[in-house]
């Protein structure tokens, strides 16, 4: 059993799988309590003992739905009202592969709600009372569809997109009040997600699926080195660096008084 330093408590949304399981194991290893959040509550409950076993750490569970309006109420309470959460990994999320024309709408729907309406009201309940510590940590999990949209379902893209920008966002507003915001843009990953969204990941080529471990590893290394957007499999830190600098190089050009001369359009202000 491990007992390193304290170092306050990290709820996880989606804990009970994949890419959320791995944080909880490294969260607690490096000295976290944990509040796990998804429905599966067994799930939930299994990874609680063997972790609280392995690290000694306390490991609570919460089983909630975060589609359902009372569920998500109560995880926001606690946000809220636990002055030891130091953390908030918004990792919850569902994606598709099936083209617009081949998708429910009632479906995309669900998923936008998971996606961003839910990591959005999450991130609001923890940022107050993370700036009201002057400290606190908000990981957004949002994946490299974010930036490649033609790559998957575009409804899934878009909410991961939002993700993407709602960070950046936060990152503007909340890095002088002493609160970190990461966004983490995994590529593919080895988890259920595939079977969840209609191709089993062994149908993928192999070269481009990171197994999760790796992936998690390499995001909270680039917590701990500072970065606000974290890509695990972007070989070269300067091709996101370049990208980001011609985003923000278009910023003076974007709102103007009049049209661009291309669409030649003669200006109301002359008549
Ligand atoms: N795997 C990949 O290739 C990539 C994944 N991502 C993102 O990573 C995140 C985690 O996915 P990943 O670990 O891969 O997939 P998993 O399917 O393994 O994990 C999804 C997690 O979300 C939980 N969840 C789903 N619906 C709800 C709900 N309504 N309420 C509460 N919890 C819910 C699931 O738990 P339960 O069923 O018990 O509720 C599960 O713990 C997602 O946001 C995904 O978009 C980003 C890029 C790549
Ligand atoms: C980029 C991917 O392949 C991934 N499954 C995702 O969820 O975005």
Same mark, same amino acid.
């Given at each position: 059993m491990t007992t390193p330093i304290h170092k306050g408590t990290a709820l996880i949304t989606?804990?009970?799988?994949?890419i959320g399981a791995v944080y909880a194991d490294r969260l607690a290893r490096s000295g976290h309590d944990l509040i796990l959040v998804a429905r599966r509550a067994d799930k939930l409950r299994a990874l609680a003992q063997e972790l609280t076993t392995r690290t000694g750490r306390s490991v609570e569970t919460i089983a909630a739905d975060l589609t359902r309006p009372e569920d998500l109420a109560k995880v926001e309470a606690v946000l809220k009202s636990d002055?030891? &959460? /130091? #953390? !908030? +990994?918004n990792n919850a999320g569902v994606g598709a592969t099936a083209p617009l024309l081949q998708s429910d709408a009632v479906e995309m729907e669900r998923m936008i709600t998971l996606n961003v309406s839910v990591l959005t009201r999450l991130a609001y309940a923890a940022a107050p009372a993370f700036v009201a510590r002057g400290n606190g940590t908000i990981i957004n999990i949002a994946s490299v569809v974010a930036l490649a949209?033609? #790559? !998957?379902?575009g409804v899934y893209g878009g909410s991961k997109a939002f993700v993407l920008a709602f960070s950046q966002s936060l990152q503007h507003e909340l890095a002088d009040k002493g609160v970190r915001v990461q966004a983490v843009l995994p590529g593919a /990953?080895?988890?259920d997600f595939w079977d969840a969204a209609g191709? *089993? +990941? @062994?149908? #993928? *080529? @192999?070269? &481009?699926v990171m197994p999760v471990q790796d992936m998690v590893d390499a995001a909270l290394a680039g917590l701990a080195q500072g970065?606000? +957007? /974290? &890509? *695990?499999? !972007? *070989?070269?830190i300067a091709d996101w660096q370049s990208y980001e600098n011609a985003r923000k190089a278009l910023g003076p050009s974007l709102s103007r008084s009049v049209p661009a001369k291309r669409y030649a359009v003669a200006s109301a202000k002359s008549h």
């Open positions: 989606g804990a009970s799988s994949g002055a030891s &959460i /130091t #953390l !908030l +990994v949209p033609e #790559l !998957l379902n /990953t080895a988890t191709m *089993p +990941v @062994q149908h #993928l *080529p @192999q070269e &481009i970065e606000a +957007v /974290t &890509i *695990p499999a !972007l *070989p070269d």
